[in-house]
């Protein structure tokens, strides 16, 4: 095929995996025989400024390693762009990869998409030559703080202040900082007053729903595989909507569980409800998507259908059909 692909890393994903990730994606690329422009950014700003910088050339296809966080910093980017995009998952998570049916290495040992170290990530690059386009949508999140698009999950309340909390501890560090913040946020666990409006304009319904925490999805899973929308698809054009209501200490550990195998949307204190557009607001209001803080306050929330051309595996029927392959894989 004509034209060069640029391929835009963040050598610091995964906690350094990154950089192994972005040498096996253009070893296979150069095997391909495909012409590559290399560019390589370690902050979301610098990530966002490359991928102008690299769509301004055109290239014939994106491909991005990194996390979720990193693919999501460059949709202002890419959006609108008409550049389809190979993601190499090189994060923590990688629940866009997981709802794609993408290759990735999972950070726990033994387990993930792809077989060994730098092979998921060459298959994943390979997608450039061998994939299939599919139109995804995007997230669009309007607050105080500006306006900011997501990929995966938008978190509202207990969850968006563990991990607030989590950015705000120093000590101790890796994977037992989450924990602590999480002890330290379910010391401090209170009802949240939310008040959410689906729709817009007349039609629009206002509904006044205390609880521990809203989840707004365009995909299934976040935080490497939490089902919190076990029913969201990315290309159908709607979020799905989780709200667990006010839950004591106790009540909220023993729903973990379900959370961890998508089967909380059973439960009476669970709601579920799928919209185009919402509006939540609550006293405290912080939003999470895609990892990172986006917003603050009263939040509106919007899908834009069909935004983001993605590469993804030719024998990926469908998206929920590789959410039921990663749900059976995850058992």
């Not at 993408?102 to 994939?131: C, I, K, Q, T, Y």
């Not at 207990?158 to 991990?163: K, M």
């Not at 000590?171 to 409006?197: C, S, T």
């Not at 004591?248 to 185009?276: C, I, M, N, Y």
Request: a neutral charge.
């Amino acid at each position: 095929m004509p034209g060069h692909v640029a391929v835009l890393a963040n050598p610091s994903s995964g906690r350094g995996r990154g950089a192994d990730a972005a040498d096996a994606a253009l070893e296979r690329l150069a095997s391909l025989g495909v012409e590559v422009r290399r560019y390589a950014g370690d902050s979301a700003a610098e990530s966002l400024r490359l991928a102008r910088e690299a769509i301004a050339e055109g290239p014939r296809a994106l491909v991005v390693v990194g996390g979720d966080g990193t693919l999501s910093s460059v949709l202002d980017a890419v959006v609108g762009s008409g550049v389809p995009i190979a993601l190499v998952p090189a994060g923590t998570g990688n629940d866009l990869a997981r709802a794609l049916g993408l290759p990735f290495e999972a950070a726990a040992a033994g387990s993930g998409h792809g077989g060994g170290r730098g092979e998921a990530a060459a298959e994943a690059a390979a997608l450039v030559v061998d994939g299939r386009p599919l139109a995804i949508d995007v997230g669009e999140i309007e607050s105080a703080s500006g306006t900011a698009r997501f990929l995966t999950v938008a978190a509202l309340g207990f969850d968006a202040h563990v991990s607030e909390r989590t950015n705000r501890l120093r000590w101790p560090r890796g994977r037992m900082r989450y924990y602590l913040a999480l002890l330290v946020e379910l010391a401090r666990l209170r009802p949240m007053a939310f008040e959410l409006r689906i729709g817009d304009g007349a039609s629009a319904s206002a509904r006044t729903m205390p609880g521990t925490l809203v989840a707004i999805g365009n995909t299934r899973s976040y935080g490497g595989g939490m089902p919190m929308c076990p029913g969201a698809d990315p290309s159908d054009g709607l979020f799905d909507v989780t709200h667990v209501g006010p839950l004591g200490r106790a009540k909220l550990v023993r729903l973990f569980p379900l959370l961890l195998q998508g089967r909380h949307l059973a439960r009476d204190e669970v709601t579920s409800l799928r919209a185009a557009e919402l509006e939540v607001e609550a006293p405290g209001l912080l939003v999470y998507a895609d990892g990172e803080r986006v917003g603050e306050g009263r939040a509106r929330f919007r899908v834009v259908p069909g935004a983001l051309t993605m590469l993804v595996p030719r024998d990926a029927a469908s998206v929920r059909d590789a959410a039921a392959v990663d749900e059976g894989a995850g058992s």
